[in-house]
Each structure stands twice: as C-alpha cells, then as structure tokens.
C-alpha cells in the first residue's frame, strides 16, 4: 500500500556506502520516492547516483527527526519532509580510534585523510571497513593507484554498494585488493612511506601516500535533534551499533535493508544487490552474469605441453601488462566453471559465486616468432602452470578450473603486478647468476633470463630446473636454441623419473660440482647470485629458533649456499640468495 500523503517513502541522511546501498535496494524494490540527504558536498560512490536514478540533496543539514500521527518529519535546513521510514547512514569519525602501535603519522602517513592531489599518486587504503571501501573508491576515482590492504576482510559483511564498487575496480584493473594481507610496519624510503606486509607472500611496496581507515561510529540521535516522539515510531532507523538508553532499531549496513523493510515497507521484500544475492540457481544467464562481473581478460592463447602443463597468455581488457622480469600477477576464476576432474569442492554451495585467486610468476616465450628475444613487455602475459592434482585429502581450486579454459575464454587478471624477486641486485654483467626451480618455478626465470641475455649479460648464466619426466620441460627447446646462441648460458634439466637420466636432485648438482661446471669457476659468493623458486622443500628456507639459525630436516639448496658463504637476501638486508616459494 503506498501512502501518498508522505513527500517521500524513504529519506536516507548520508550517502555513505550504507546509506546508497539501502537507496539503491529501496529503489530496486518498487519504492518510488527515495532522497538521500547528503550533509557534505559528494557521497562515498558518486557513479552510483546516475546509474541508479538516486536523488541526493548536497549540502542540507539535518535540523530534526520527528514524528507525526502517521509520519516522520525531517526538517533540513532546506525544507521540511514527510516521510514514511527514515535512515540515519552518517557516520563520523570516532576520536578514540588510533591506527595500529608503532604506526607514526606524518605527511604521508595518516588517518581518514587523503592528499589533495590524487592523479597518478600510489595511494595504499588500510583497512577493511566500508569506509576503507569509500577511502579506495575516492582515491581511484581521482585517478591514483589504489592498494588495499584489507586483510580479514569479509565482502559479505560490507554494504552491498562497497562489495559492487570494490569489485567494480578490481574487474577495471584500477585499484588491488590484498584480502589476506595488512602492513605490520611502515619504514620509509628517502621521502616516502613503504609498508612491509604481515604475510609473507606479500613484497614490500613504496607509496605516495598510506591512509588508515577508521572504524567509524554512528551520531547520537541527539545530534541530529531525533525526538522521542520519532524514536517511538520505530520508523527512524539508525545504521550501526544501538545508542544507549535510544531504543531505535539499528544494524550494520549488510542488514539495514531487512530491518527497513520489517519496521516501514512490510509490503516489500527489500532486493539485494546483484552481488549479495545467494545464487543458488546454478543456471547459464547467471553463470554469463558473474563472469561479465569478475573477468576482465581475455585468453589469447592455452598451448598445452601435456594434458597437465600449460603454456596461458592472457590479454587485459584495460591497463597495461608492464612488469619487471621475475615478478607475478593473479589470475582469477569463479568457483562456479566447471573442473577438468571429478572433485567437489568442500562447502561449495556457500562460494559458489566467489572468486578464487592464485599467484602467477609471469613466464616469458623466450623469442619472438621472428626468432629474435622477446622484450619484456608485449601486450599479453604469458604464464606457465601446471594441474595440482587433487585427491581425497586435498581437492584444489583453481588449477582444475584453468585446465578447462581455451583461447577466447575470460578470466579475472589482478591490477597490481607484484615481487620483489627480481634482478635488481645484479648491478654488474659480469656477475654469475645460477638459477634453481622446480617445475613451472621456471617461470620468471625464463623472463630474467632473456632479460640479461638482451642487455648483453658476459657472466655466466645457468638455468637448472628439476621435473619428473623429459615430457615436463614445457620450454626445453627455447633453452637449447638459447644455449647455441649464447655461449655463457646453460640450461640443465634434471628428470627425476627417467630411465636414460640418473636419479639427481639440484641439491646434488651443488654437491657434484656440475653447477661450478657450467659456470667454468667456482660458485664464488662474491660474484654471484642464485635464485631459487618453486618447492619450499627444495628451497629450504631456514627458521630462527631461539635466536638461532635452523635448516629444515631434508637439506634445500639455502643451506648447501650458505655453507659456501651465501647469505639470504632479506627485507633491509641485502644478500645473494634470492628465493621465490609457490607455497
Ligand atoms: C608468488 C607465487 C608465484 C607462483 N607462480 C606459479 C607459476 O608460475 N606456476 C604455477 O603452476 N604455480 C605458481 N604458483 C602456485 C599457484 O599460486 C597456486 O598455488 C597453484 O596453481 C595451485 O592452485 P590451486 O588453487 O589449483 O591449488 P590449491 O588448492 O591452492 O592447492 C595448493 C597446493 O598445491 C600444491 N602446489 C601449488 N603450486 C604448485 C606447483 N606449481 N606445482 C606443484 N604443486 C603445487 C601445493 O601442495 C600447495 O599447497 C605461485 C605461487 C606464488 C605464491
């Protein structure tokens, strides 16, 4: 029943991510007389307003809330509204939150603040609040390179507009989402601000600018001069945690739509948006709709070198693909494609429409077709990857979904190319550089490798890389064509499970000596680097126990380095072994 009596059904105050979202939900339901009344001068998603037909007054101040016999009454400094529900969706800055201990602000450094100039800034958001959301969403918008370190966040607990616009972004490739991780501590490099990461798998990154979201809270209904007589109503609804002593109904913005719904429009179910509706119905057009609002690549090419290892270059819809040889990207797809084996996903029906993202060293073709190298940067990435068979114990995730796609197909590339494990520690091209992998842990360094063979490199290069069968050496031939083009490069395949090769690990080929061989001299710590990438197990970090050094119990290539006088290079301690662990 709609009541024409009232100027509006709905007067929202505040276009924040909560308040759009229950604008936008409202106006989805049938609701045709909805205004948002936005104190400041912009709302946290301003693309939003057009595309939703929103109607938002700027700059009214809310002078009081009351109620009449059928009605709430909003009086702006404005005007004077009837209204059948009303929801305050302002939030404030709360003065007890600081940012984390050992954080120091400064001018590059702060809370809730953003820099004036944003345009071409590296901007990182911490924090994983709606209105950390806000804080991106501004910062992209302005045209600045946004990260956001949103460790712990739970996109289903944000307002449904902040999930739509953070994925908005993601898909445009305009701003990362690092849903593990959080900075642990904030160095500085000369004038500007780098946060080392609580996670591992995270590098350290430089910004122009870091900015903490804080949690905010909601105003006091006497702030906004709420009257007992609109608390009583029930038809004023607060977002956020209940007053005090004010027994109006309030709740967090991914439930505020349901409780509008229950105390002012029980005639309407409140829709959700697209992104917080359970799809339970497993049918094609939505399967075509969450791949329209995930994907933001295009396969360009999937060379299979067996049934299980493959060669995939993926071309961005938007932004570039410029990378420094080594580093990695994420490729994504949704748990709803299909698996190239008969595994289920354990609790799939609660993630089905989710995304699921992996880390890609980005691998390098080695030459042109023209026979040339290849230069760093071409319009694709190419990676390199292989099925992780699953089985009883462990079902993966994404590997058996890649192993069904074909050129033309979409996928999810993430916009922040990443890794520090890269060349920038060999300064001199004469430098030795021996290369340690494990299967597809070839990847980057095919790409370092053709990178110092193109600035005319003179040391040696060797790439050894071990595998189970001759048939898993997906770049074999571009390394024998490299190896008679290039004297000072060497490229030593290890099978493990072949009857003409002798069983040997790399471990061994430091022990045998067949490294120094290749190089032709010793392996000299004073004027070379190792890179190792892949298996941990063959990597062989060590751990500090007691504040002593301990090699795990099977020895890993560190532990032989390191007793011929390597050192790991580590965050604010540089050294000239250089490791990669894909997991
Ligand atoms: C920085 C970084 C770069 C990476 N680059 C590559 C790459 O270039 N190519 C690539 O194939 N993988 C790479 N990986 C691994 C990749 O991110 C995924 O972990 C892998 O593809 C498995 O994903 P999944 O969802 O199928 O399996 P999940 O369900 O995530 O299973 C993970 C498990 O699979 C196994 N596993 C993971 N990677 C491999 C692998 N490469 N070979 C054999 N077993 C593996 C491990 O037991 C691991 O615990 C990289 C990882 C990191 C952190």
Same mark, same amino acid.
């Given at each position: 029943?709609?009541?024409?009596?009232?100027?509006?059904?709905?007067?929202?105050?505040?276009?924040?991510?909560?308040?759009?979202?229950?604008?936008?939900?409202?106006?989805?339901?049938?609701?045709?007389?909805?205004?948002?009344?936005?104190?400041?001068? =912009?709302?946290?998603?301003?693309?939003?307003?057009?595309?939703?037909?929103?109607?938002?007054?700027?700059?009214?101040?809310?002078?009081?809330?009351?109620?009449?016999?059928?009605?709430?009454?909003?009086?702006?400094?404005?005007?004077?509204?009837?209204?059948?529900?009303?929801?305050?969706?302002?939030?404030?800055?709360?003065?007890?939150?600081?940012?984390?201990?050992?954080?120091?602000?400064?001018?590059?450094?702060?809370?809730?603040?953003?820099?004036?100039?944003?345009?071409?800034?590296?901007?990182?958001?911490?924090?994983?609040?709606?209105?950390?959301?806000?804080?991106?969403?501004?910062?992209?918008?302005?045209?600045?390179?946004?990260?956001?370190?949103?460790?712990?966040?739970? !996109?289903?607990?944000?307002?449904?507009?902040?999930?739509?616009?953070?994925?908005?972004?993601?898909?445009?490739?305009?701003?990362?989402?690092?849903?593990?991780? @959080?900075?642990d501590d904030?160095?500085?490099?000369?004038?500007?601000?780098?946060?080392y990461f609580n996670d591992r798998r995270?590098?350290d990154?430089?910004?122009?600018?870091? @900015?903490?979201?804080?949690?905010?809270?909601?105003?006091?209904?006497?702030?906004?001069?709420?009257?007992?007589?609109?608390?009583?109503?029930?038809?004023?609804?607060?977002?956020?945690?209940?007053?005090?002593?004010?027994?109006?109904?309030?709740?967090?913005?991914?439930?505020?739509?349901?409780?509008?719904?229950?105390?002012?429009?029980?005639?309407?179910?409140?829709?959700?948006?697209?992104?917080?509706?359970?799809?339970?119905?497993?049918?094609?057009?939505?399967?075509?709709?969450?791949?329209?609002?995930?994907?933001?690549?295009?396969?360009?090419?999937?060379?299979?070198?067996?049934?299980?290892?493959?060669?995939?270059?993926?071309?961005?819809?938007?932004?570039?693909?410029?990378?420094?040889?080594?580093?990695?990207?994420?490729?994504?797809?949704?748990?709803?494609?299909?698996?190239?084996?008969?595994?289920?996903?354990?609790?799939?029906?609660?993630?089905?429409?989710?995304?699921?993202?992996?880390?890609?060293?980005?691998?390098?073709?080695?030459?042109?077709?023209?026979?040339?190298?290849?230069?760093?940067?071409?319009?694709?990435?190419?990676?390199?990857?292989?099925?992780?068979?699953?089985?009883?114990?462990?079902?993966?995730?994404?590997?058996?979904?890649?192993?069904?796609?074909?050129?033309?197909?979409?996928?999810?590339?993430?916009?922040? @190319?990443?890794?520090?494990?890269?060349?920038?520690?060999?300064?001199? !091209?004469?430098?030795?550089?021996?290369?340690?992998?494990?299967?597809?842990?070839?990847?980057?360094?095919? =790409?370092?490798?053709?990178?110092?063979?193109?600035?005319?490199?003179?040391?040696?290069?060797?790439?050894? @890389?071990?595998?189970?069968?001759?048939?898993?050496?997906?770049?074999?031939?571009?390394?024998?064509?490299?190896?008679?083009?290039?004297?000072?490069?060497?490229?030593?395949?290890?099978?493990?499970?072949?009857?003409?090769?002798?069983?040997?690990?790399?471990?061994?080929?430091?022990?045998?000596?067949?490294?120094?061989?290749?190089?032709?001299?010793?392996?000299?710590?004073?004027?070379?680097?190792?890179?190792l990438?892949?298996?941990p197990a063959?990597i062989g970090l060590p751990e500090e126990v007691d504040g002593k050094t301990t090699f795990p119990e099977t020895t890993g290539v560190i532990e032989?380095l390191v007793e011929?006088?390597f050192s790991i290079d580590r965050r604010n301690e540089p050294g000239?072994i250089h490791f990669?662990e894909?997991?």
């Amino acid at each position: 029943m709609v009541d024409n009596d009232a100027n509006y059904d709905l007067l929202v105050i505040g276009g924040t991510a909560g308040g759009l979202s229950a604008a936008i939900s409202s106006l989805r339901s049938g609701l045709g007389r909805v205004r948002v009344i936005e104190p400041g001068s =912009s709302v946290a998603f301003p693309e939003l307003v057009p595309e939703n037909k929103v109607e938002v007054g700027y700059g009214e101040q809310v002078l009081s809330i009351d109620a009449d016999e059928h009605h709430v009454v909003v009086t702006t400094d404005q005007r004077s509204y009837r209204t059948r529900g009303c929801l305050v969706a302002l939030r404030n800055r709360n003065p007890q939150w600081t940012p984390p201990e050992g954080v120091e602000l400064s001018k590059n450094v702060s809370v809730d603040e953003l820099p004036e100039s944003l345009n071409g800034q590296d901007i990182l958001v911490v924090g994983y609040t709606n209105h950390a959301a806000e804080l991106a969403a501004t910062a992209a918008a302005a045209g600045a390179g946004v990260v956001m370190a949103a460790g712990g966040i739970d !996109p289903a607990l944000l307002a449904p507009a902040a999930d739509a616009v953070i994925r908005r972004l993601e898909r445009e490739r305009r701003a990362t989402i690092l849903y593990r991780a @959080v900075p642990d501590d904030i160095g500085t490099s000369g004038e500007f601000p780098i946060a080392y990461f609580n996670d591992r798998r995270t590098p350290d990154l430089e910004f122009d600018h870091i @900015v903490y979201a804080s949690k905010r809270i909601r105003p006091a209904a006497s702030e906004l001069g709420v009257t007992s007589a609109a608390i009583e109503s029930g038809k004023v609804l607060f977002l956020g945690r209940p007053e005090e002593g004010v027994d109006a109904p309030s709740g967090p913005a991914w439930e505020i739509g349901r409780l509008l719904a229950e105390a002012c429009f029980p005639e309407l179910e409140l829709q959700e948006t697209p992104s917080t509706v359970q799809r339970r119905v497993r049918h094609e057009s939505v399967i075509n709709e969450l791949r329209d609002e995930h994907y933001n690549a295009t396969i360009t090419a999937f060379e299979q070198r067996h049934s299980d290892l493959w060669v995939i270059r993926v071309r961005p819809d938007i932004g570039g693909t410029s990378h420094i040889p080594g580093q990695y990207a994420s490729l994504g797809l949704g748990y709803w494609e299909d698996r190239v084996d008969k595994y289920a996903d354990a609790g799939i029906d609660g993630k089905w429409n989710k995304l699921i993202r992996r880390s890609y060293s980005i691998s390098h073709p080695i030459f042109e077709p023209s026979g040339y190298l290849a230069p760093p940067d071409t319009e694709e990435l190419e990676f390199y990857i292989v099925l992780v068979q699953s089985d009883e114990n462990h079902v993966a995730a994404l590997t058996p979904r890649l192993g069904r796609l074909q050129v033309g197909d979409r996928i999810y590339l993430g916009p922040k @190319v990443a890794g520090r494990y890269t060349l920038s520690a060999v300064e001199s !091209p004469d430098t030795a550089v021996v290369f340690f992998a494990t299967g597809t842990g070839e990847a980057p360094h095919n =790409s370092m490798a053709t990178e110092l063979l193109r600035k005319g490199h003179t040391g040696p290069i060797v790439s050894t @890389v071990t595998v189970r069968n001759w048939q898993d050496l997906g770049y074999l031939d571009a390394h024998r064509q490299l190896e008679e083009r290039f004297p000072n490069y060497h490229y030593l395949p290890m099978p493990t499970r072949e009857q003409d090769v002798p069983k040997r690990y790399l471990q061994d080929l430091i022990r045998d000596g067949d490294i120094e061989r290749a190089l032709g001299g010793t392996l000299d710590p004073a004027n070379t680097h190792a890179f190792l990438c892949g298996n941990p197990a063959m990597i062989g970090l060590p751990e500090e126990v007691d504040g002593k050094t301990t090699f795990p119990e099977t020895t890993g290539v560190i532990e032989l380095l390191v007793e011929r006088g390597f050192s790991i290079d580590r965050r604010n301690e540089p050294g000239n072994i250089h490791f990669e662990e894909y997991w």
